[in-house]
Structure formats: structure tokens, C-alpha cells
T-cell receptor, first 113, second 115 residues
Framework: AQKVTQAQTEISVVEKEDVTLDCVYE???????LFWYKQPPSGELVFLIR??????QNEISGRYSWNFQKSTSSFNFTITASQVVDSAVYFC??????????FGKGTRLHILP | DAGVIQSPRHEVTEMGQEVTLRCKPI?????LFWYRQTMMRGLELLIY????????DSGMPEDRFSAKMPNASFSTLKIQPSEPRDSAVYFC?????????????FGPGTRLTVT
């Protein structure tokens, strides 16, 4: 079965701390894509990153970084030096084939000033 | 460029009434998705279209739900008759479908409350 698990329902950290959001997936496909989306308090989901199953290089974009490990079926997301504006719900997602994607339940991140 | 536009942003209706949610995808995008978000079930894909044709409606809860895409720039999701358990935030998203799965761009959502 295709599945995305975000075991951390809610995380609170103090501003400037680093925080890692976990994502574990299950798929029977050999080629697949993983995504991260951010849903700030305003409600709209914002695309952050897409990664294909053949590219295990870590990706860094400013304070954001992603660690993809096929061996453990994980695609974790780290925010370095967190800021209050990072407070949001973060979703990990996996392709189901065609253009369909399945979302995890999300991790609600609170950055405390 | 304008993003995905949804209307209305909020809808409060009484049980049994018909509800129509509207979506305008990003110009040039050829895939459109309708999602429902609730605390209990998270984000669920209801239906998606490619080039205005429904491709997969397996997520549509029951016959009370229907969706149309009469042209590339407009789609509707209709619930008739509505029930309190339909209360949720409904998102529309669009993408440019290519050989590889594309990122989806989401609208602001419609918060539906059925009393």
C-alpha cells in the first residue's frame, strides 16, 4: 500500500532552534516522487520541494534542508535557526501514479518567540 | 500571475441545501484537483481532471457530490443535498501535467459549514 506517515503530530521549539520534521513513506513503485508542502495559518498550501526517487542528494534552500534516504524510506525536513514565521502545518506527500499524490497527516510546528 | 482562485471563501448553509464551490485554475495548467480537509481525515483527494476530463473520481464520497470542468478555466464542485458531515475546507489545486508529476498549486480554500 502507498502510505505517508508523519509521526510527529505537533512540535514546539523556541525561536532560533533547529527542528527536524520526519516523513516515512511506503510505496511499491520503483520510480516515485516526494513533496513537502507548508500550510501557514492563512490556510493555503504552499509547495516547498519535489524530489524523485533516483536523486538521493540532500537539498538545501536557505534555512531549509531535506534529507532523502531510500534505505529507510524517509524524507526528512530540517529548518535551521527557526523563526516565528515558520509556524505552520507541514505536509509530506508521495505520488500515487499519474498526477495523484497522497498526503501525510501533517506536523503542526509552533515556533515560540 | 494570479494563483488558483476559489469562491466563495466561506459558505454557511443549512442541511439539505445545494452548495456549489467554484475554482479557476492557473492559466496554462492542464490538471485540476479537488481536495477536502478535515481534522479527522486530513487532506483527501476527491477528484482530478486532466485537460477538462475527469480522470479519477474514486475519492468522491457519494452520489451527493459531483464535479464538472466545462472548460480549461473553470471547475465546480457541487454537493446536493448537503449534510453536516460535509463541513470541511475544500481546496482546489492545479498543475501543469508533464511526463513527471508536477507540483500542485493550491487555492485559498472554501470553508464550508453545514448546520
Amino acid at each position: 500500500a502507498q502510505k505517508v506517515t508523519q509521526a510527529q503530530t505537533e512540535i514546539s521549539v523556541v525561536e532560533k532552534e533547529d527542528v527536524t520534521l520526519d516523513c516515512v513513506y511506503e510505496t511499491r513503485d520503483t520510480t516515485y516522487y516526494l513533496f513537502w508542502y507548508k500550510q501557514p495559518p492563512s490556510g493555503e498550501l504552499v509547495f516547498l520541494i519535489r524530489r524523485n526517487s533516483f536523486d538521493e542528494q540532500n537539498e538545501i534552500s536557505g534555512r531549509y534542508s531535506w534529507n532523502f534516504q531510500k534505505s529507510t524510506s524517509s524524507f526528512n525536513f530540517t529548518i535551521t535557526a527557526s523563526q516565528v514565521v515558520d509556524s505552520a502545518v507541514y505536509f509530506c506527500a508521495l505520488t500515487l501514479g499519474d498526477d495523484k499524490i497522497i498526503f501525510g497527516k501533517g506536523t503542526r510546528l509552533h515556533i515560540l518567540p | 500571475d494570479a494563483g488558483v482562485i476559489q469562491s466563495p471563501r466561506h459558505e454557511v448553509t443549512e442541511m439539505g441545501q445545494e452548495v456549489t464551490l467554484r475554482c479557476k485554475p492557473i492559466s496554462g495548467h492542464n490538471s485540476l484537483f479537488w481536495y477536502r480537509q478535515t481534522m479527522m481525515r486530513g487532506l483527501e483527494l476527491l477528484i482530478y481532471f486532466n485537460n477538462n476530463v475527469p480522470i479519477d473520481d474514486s475519492g468522491m464520497p457519494e452520489d451527493r457530490f459531483s464535479a464538472k470542468m466545462p472548460n480549461a478555466s473553470f471547475s465546480t464542485l457541487k454537493i446536493q443535498p448537503s449534510e453536516p458531515r460535509d463541513s470541511a475546507v475544500y481546496f482546489c489545486a492545479s498543475s501543469l501535467a508533464r511526463l513527471i508529476p508536477s507540483e500542485q498549486y493550491f487555492g485559498p480554500g472554501t470553508r464550508l459549514t453545514v448546520t
